[in-house]
């Protein structure tokens, strides 16, 4: 009979139990996406709801108004897109018409040199959706998405109050979990978790009001037509890393093209997305996000992907955050320290000198090595 060592059997154990946590969050989604997404938002109103109860104001009503300042927050920019796209209405037909008549030449080409006819492209659009054709079956996909989108929305209003008005005693239980020596490095790590989520939430939301400004102004120089709509899609879209801000930038190329704009137009609009990126890259991201987030390229890539994959665009909107705080975690625990400095930053990364020079001209550095 032959023995297994021990390492084998180990690697087996963390196998399986990484299959098991996979398998858990794809098929657990509808539980945890919202449950995620408002323990996030907890930690980010957390130092506002105890500003409150220094003020004399007791937890469950400073709870309600964390709630209802988030639905405002929510409710404004809702009113906002609202607003300005009743200026796009009119243009929508024809977006919709250029849309297709591309579809429809990109069938063709695709007919034409690989050789998969209009029909059975077709098809296979047709068995993506499920089978689901015509009007009726359309509608029906929509009313289901938007049911779905009220109904997480709802929870994560009722869970965010829970969490904020229950955090001491959910920290409580965390530190029970834990032997009495290593309480107050548990504290720090729940500390410290809780900054990065602050941290990321609220420079990612300073991030997107600057982005606004910045493509407003770009795009009025350019001669985009609703100018301020397409800023603020492209700014909203900047919780979806990396592609976020590339979708918008394709989505407003698209309705220059509809709106009969000039290949000049196209150009500006494509070097305002190159030149905001930049700036976004080495000198906002520094200022308003710091070093908190101290995630290398690689990784921030491959938990978007493996999150797209399991959790949707939701995954993809919380994959930087909680890989945050799961290396907060792995630096902490002794054990796992090997795969923080696995997960963070090489110390050899650099910028050009051109940037570090700027970034110390403006003190980025400076602060970045404060929050290091």
Not at 157 to 177: C, G, Q
Not at 331 to 346: C, Q
Request: proline share 3%; charged share 10%; net charge positive.
């Amino acid at each position: 009979m032959i023995r297994s060592s021990p390492s084998l059997q180990k690697s087996i154990y963390i196998l399986f139990f990484s299959f098991l946590v996979i398998s858990g969050l794809y098929f657990a989604q509808n539980f945890l996406i919202p449950l995620a997404i408002s323990a996030l938002l907890a930690m980010l109103f957390v130092p506002l709801s105890r500003w409150l109860e220094n003020k004399g104001i007791s937890r469950m009503f400073a709870g309600v108004i964390c709630v209802l300042i988030f639905l405002l927050g929510t409710g404004a920019i809702i009113g906002l897109l609202s607003w300005q796209a009743s200026g796009i209405s009119e243009d929508i037909t024809e977006i919709t018409r250029r849309i297709s008549m591309i579809a429809d030449d990109l069938r063709e080409f695709i007919a034409r040199n690989i050789g998969i006819s209009a029909e059975k492209q077709k098809q296979w659009m047709l068995n993506q959706t499920n089978g689901s054709s015509g009007t009726l079956g359309i509608a029906g996909l929509m009313l289901g998405s938007l049911m779905s989108i009220i109904i997480h929305f709802i929870l994560v209003l009722v869970y965010l109050f829970l969490f904020i008005y229950y955090r001491s005693h959910l920290k409580k239980f965390i530190l029970m979990l834990v032997p009495l020596s290593e309480t107050d490095e548990t504290e720090k790590i729940i500390s410290d978790a809780g900054k990065v989520a602050q941290k990321y939430l609220s420079g990612l939301s300073s991030m997107i009001v600057i982005l606004w400004i910045m493509y407003a102004a770009g795009f009025s120089i350019v001669g985009v037509k609703n100018a301020l709509f397409f800023a603020i899609l492209c700014g909203l879209l900047e919780i979806l890393p990396f592609i976020g801000n590339f979708t918008g930038t394709v989505i407003t190329a698209l309705a220059v093209i509809s709106q009969g704009g000039s290949n000049g137009m196209i150009i500006g609009v494509i070097v305002t997305y190159l030149i905001i990126q930049f700036i976004q890259t080495y000198f906002l991201e520094p200022l308003v996000v710091g070093s908190e987030v101290n995630i290398n390229p690689l990784f921030t890539i491959l938990i978007i992907v493996f999150m797209e994959i399991v959790w949707g665009v939701a995954g993809m909107i919380l994959a930087i955050p909680m890989l945050g705080i799961v290396k907060i975690i792995c630096d902490h625990v002794t054990p796992l320290k090997p795969y923080g400095f696995l997960i963070g930053r090489a110390r050899s990364d650099k910028h050009p000198r051109i940037i570090i020079k700027l970034q110390n001209w403006l003190g980025l550095n400076d602060k970045a090595a404060t929050n290091s």
